[in-house]
């Protein structure tokens, strides 16, 4: 079957760094996307990796090793805004969307 | 960017009647709408993916007579659930694909913002 798994909580300090991270098990892979979801409210998009490697943008980033079914997100210099859940998505051969059940990060002032 | 636009954003009804969920895509053609439904803490759940002009897919173990589906035009699907019930309650949530071609996966999938379903 079609798996992915992340934490089911984290805790990290305003201004510090957190690392999300992600394994999979599909059939078949066309991408890895992470989303952000606050509470009540809509996914909005984070990043999406095909290719071995980190990808940046500003304080986030994420990473993927496809040999090694494995993703993380990660995130710099946390603002209590960041508080919410990050989900995990990997694109199966069918281009069907497996997601994560999230990962609820929590900021400490 | 591309925008989803989904209404009602909450909406209480009564057991034993029906609801009609709208998505449009604001700025772009959705040949494919995806419909979610998630609990909550858990996970988003595909429902079933809607494609103009045709019958929707359906996942497995959701009624397709239950949540009724029409996407009649590139702009506008619309999820029905019909005879709603307490357990019908729910976040409900379109999405589309707004970018073909070159890097179309690299801007990700657009969202709707959600539909909370309370059924009393």
């Known amino acids: 079957g079609q798996n992915i798994d992340q934490p089911t909580e984290m805790t990290a300090t305003e201004g510090a760094i957190v690392q999300i991270n992600c394994t999979y098990q599909?059939?078949?892979?066309?991408?890895l996307f992470w989303y952000q979801q606050h509470a009540g409210e809509a996914p909005t998009f984070l990043s999406y990796n095909v290719l071995d490697g980190l990808e940046e943008k500003g304080r986030f980033s994420s990473f993927l090793s496809r040999s090694k079914g494995y993703s993380y997100l990660l995130l710099k210099e946390l603002q209590m805004k960041d508080s919410a859940s990050y989900l995990c998505?990997?694109?199966?051969?069918?281009?069907?969307?497996?997601w994560g059940a999230g990962t609820k990060l929590i900021i400490k002032p | 960017g591309a925008v989803v636009s989904q209404h009602p954003s909450r909406v209480i009804c009564k057991s034993g009647t029906s609801v009609k969920i709208e998505c449009r895509s604001l700025?772009?053609?959705?040949?494919?709408m995806f419909w979610y439904r998630q609990f909550p803490k858990q996970s988003l759940m595909l429902m079933a993916t809607s494609n103009e002009g045709s019958k929707a897919t359906y996942e497995q173990g959701v009624e397709k007579d239950k949540f009724l589906i029409n996407h009649a035009s590139l702009t506008l699907s619309t999820l029905t659930v019909t005879s709603a019930h307490p357990e019908d309650s729910s976040f409900y949530i379109c999405?589309?694909?707004?970018?073909?071609?070159?890097?179309?996966?690299?801007?990700?999938?657009?969202f709707g913002s959600g539909t909370r379903l309370t059924v009393v």
């Open positions: 999405s589309a694909r707004a970018y073909r071609g070159q890097d179309e996966f690299s801007r990700g999938y657009t």
């Open positions: 599909t059939s078949g892979f066309n991408g």
């Open positions: 700025d772009f053609q959705a040949t494919t």
């Open positions: 998505a990997v694109m199966d051969s069918n281009y069907q969307l497996i």
